[in-house]
């Protein structure tokens, strides 16, 4: 088998607080193949977007960042910003949250999407990079590209405005394209266009995605394998269809048991108890113990290590209880 | 946008008007005696000149009908004539507004460059050395009064090391161009005289320098601040994530933000500096508006004092809509808006 497209070994992430250094990402390992939808779930605050952010080289000067990342081969961590200028945009690119703020409110829309080409083909025309930037609009589904071309963010709805952040993603063919929750501020008919828009560029241009997400739904439908972080750490990892189907960790059922379906008759949401801990109340044990119905005293003074179960890798000490396995099957 | 610069402009009339009031009854209501600087003193005891002065200059008028009079007049273009020159004083702004100007203007030019060039220093480097050193360089600037920058920076450049000229806008020895504009580098170069260029360039460094640099410390603070709540921004990260270099994310899309704000401060200080800067032009004998209202206050020249405060309040509502303009063209999204 071929390396991977983004292979991260032992990332962590550490942020200065007052009380000193805080670890947000923990020795997170993970990796794209080429072609592949990865999908990187957990809560707000569970370190997805900081970590993909570190992949990019786009955290603040003061964030720590420890471990190895490798893009194609290449180890990015710490390298020099012009390597990782070169790289950004051309061959790693990233989609944001929130399209209401990605777009430069003074620019028009033309020239946030002709500047991305522009930064990385030097050598193409005026008129080459107009058309090549109005053929993105139209592959995002944009109408009367022609006219949107000079107008600017506020004059686009939600919607309108993350194709055109999706569209000047992919204006240089990246390789690995991050997609940090892109649907999460958009509405859910929206939603469906923007999903379709990333499942034909995977089957058309073959690019590797990280979807950074809290919505199952979306990484059920869209990705082949997926990551589930808890407090800056991986809990369990593996092919969508069988952690879907047989989650390992209780996380990660405690996730999918508050996915509300459309089977389900009661009349709550199956809500997670508690909240996750803070990053100044990390403590010895399973950061998840407080918050667990299957937690047993080791839980709470040793951190589990990740274990190969199958075709997954779960951090959590009761991974291998066979009693276990069949409770989180069955949520309650 | 038009029809709000039409309006606006069809209100000036009545701000001006209300200025004009306010700043002729403040003169009228003022201790002291006109008369002093019209006749000299020695001649206040002669019954028979005082009689013929009040009447030649309307001073034995009511008030009520003085102001009506004014008004008339000053309808007609007419702002009356100094007390102390004996011009018209419109011709008398009409002389001293361009160099007031070209103080202002290279003042102004020093302190924006200046203070955008601090800010974004002080931004991209926050609380670290360089920003200390910049927002404490922004804050002298605020802080030290111009009269005193002003006699230390001709003590030092001029007296001590004689790298610039003492006050003036001219060396004394030098012939003055023909007055075309009033701008004395604009007028030195159309009479192809470049070494009375060169001359009047030397002669606003320290002016423009020590005014400009008050004006610094105001715009510094501005934008910092609103720079770094942009470089805080979601499309300040899109930017880095496309690859783009830090010099022209900075500026390219975070300063084209940052200035936004700061177009208020800077269309205001202009208005402010046409009549405020009156200590500059006192230290570095600059014949601009500002040592004119000096000398017009002094001895209470009422025309003259009314003139100046038109002048000032009329450069405010100039400014005001210009800056109006300035945001419409920097931000898109006020264009509809208005």
């Not at chain 1, 600017?152 to 569209?167: D, K, N």
């Not at chain 1, 991986?234 to 189907?245: S, T």
């Not at chain 1, 075709?311 to 991974?319: K, N, Q």
């Not at chain 2, 002094?298 to 450069?315: E, F, K, M, N, Q």
């Amino acid at each position: 088998m071929a390396a991977p497209l983004l292979d991260i070994k032992g990332l962590a992430v550490t942020i200065p607080t007052r009380a000193g250094e805080r670890a947000a990402v923990s020795n997170v390992d993970f990796s794209v193949d080429r072609g592949e939808v990865v999908g990187l779930v957990g809560e707000s605050g569970s370190g997805k977007s900081l970590s993909m952010l570190a992949v990019m080289g786009l955290l603040p000067r003061h964030f720590g960042v420890s471990g190895s990342i490798r893009f194609d081969g290449e180890e990015i961590a710490g390298a020099p910003e012009r390597r990782l200028r070169a790289l950004r945009g051309r061959r790693l690119a990233m989609v944001f949250q929130d399209p209401m703020t990605a777009l430069n409110p003074v620019k028009t829309i033309g020239a946030q999407i002709t500047e991305m080409i522009r930064l990385h083909n030097a050598g193409m025309s005026r008129a080459q990079v107009r058309q090549k930037a109005l053929s993105l609009l139209e592959a995002v589904a944009i109408p009367a590209p022609e006219r949107r071309f000079d107008q600017y963010p506020h004059e686009f709805s939600g919607g309108m405005r993350q194709r055109v952040v999706i569209a000047i993603a992919i204006a240089n063919d990246p390789d690995l394209l991050i997609a940090d929750e892109p649907t999460t501020a958009l509405d859910v008919t929206i939603q469906a266009q923007i999903i379709e828009i990333f499942a034909r560029l995977r089957a058309e241009r073959g690019m590797a995605i990280v979807l950074i997400t809290h919505d199952l739904g979306l990484v059920a439908g869209l990705a082949d394998r997926m990551n589930v972080l808890y407090a800056g750490r991986i809990a369990e990892r593996g092919p969508v269809g069988p952690l879907f189907a047989a989650p390992r960790h209780p996380y990660t059922a405690s996730l999918l048991a508050a996915v509300p379906s459309i089977d389900d008759v009661s009349e709550r949401l199956h809500a997670i108890p508690g909240t996750p801990p803070s990053l100044s109340e990390r403590l010895p044990g399973c950061a998840f113990a407080p918050r667990c119905d299957f937690a047993v005293p080791l839980c709470r003074t040793s951190l589990p290590d990740l274990t190969r179960i199958g075709g997954s890798v779960v951090a959590c000490h009761r991974a291998n209880d066979p009693a276990l396995a069949t409770l989180l099957k069955e949520p309650a | 946008m038009l029809k709000v610069v039409v309006r606006r402009l069809l209100v000036m009339p009545f701000l001006l008007l209300g200025i004009v009031t306010a700043t002729f009854l403040l003169a009228q209501f003022t201790k002291g005696n006109p008369l002093v600087s019209i006749i000299g003193a020695r001649n206040l005891d002669n019954a028979e000149v005082v009689a013929a002065a009040k009447a030649r200059w309307g001073l034995d008028r009511s008030v009520p009908e003085r102001y009506a009079i004014y008004v008339w007049n000053l309808a007609h273009g007419d702002l009356g004539t100094s007390f102390r020159t004996k011009q018209p004083v419109l011709k008398d702004l009409a002389q001293r507004l361009p160099a007031t100007l070209e103080l202002v203007i290279c003042a102004m030019i020093v302190g924006a460059a200046g203070g955008i060039a601090l800010a974004i220093v002080s931004a991209e480097f926050q609380n670290s050395l360089a920003d200390h050193a910049a927002r404490l360089l922004a804050l002298m600037g605020s802080c030290l009064p111009v009269f005193w920058l002003g006699l230390i920076a001709l003590f030092l450049f001029s007296v001590q090391t004689r790298l610039l000229p003492g006050p003036g806008r001219l060396d004394i020895r030098a012939v003055a161009p023909p007055t075309v504009t009033g701008f004395m580098l604009v007028d030195t170069l159309l009479a192809g005289n470049v070494a009375g260029f060169i001359d009047a360039a030397r002669h606003l460094v320290l002016p423009s320098l020590v005014l400009g640099w008050s004006v610094m410390g105001i715009v510094a603070r501005m934008v910092r601040a609103s720079m770094l709540d942009v470089l805080g921004q979601d499309y300040i990260t899109m930017a880095r994530a496309k690859g783009a270099a830090r010099l022209r994310v900075l500026v390219h899309h975070a300063l084209a933000n940052a200035l936004i704000p700061a177009l208020t401060i800077l269309g205001f200080t202009f208005a402010y500096l046409i009549t405020g800067s009156v200590l500059v032009e006192t230290i570095f004998s600059w014949p601009g508006i500002g040592s004119y209202a000096v000398e017009a206050a002094r001895s209470l020249d009422y025309p003259a004092i009314t003139g100046v405060t038109i002048l000032g309040g009329l450069g405010f509502l100039i400014a005001n809509l210009i800056t109006d303009v300035a945001y419409a063209a920097a931000d898109p999204r006020m264009r509809e808006a208005t």
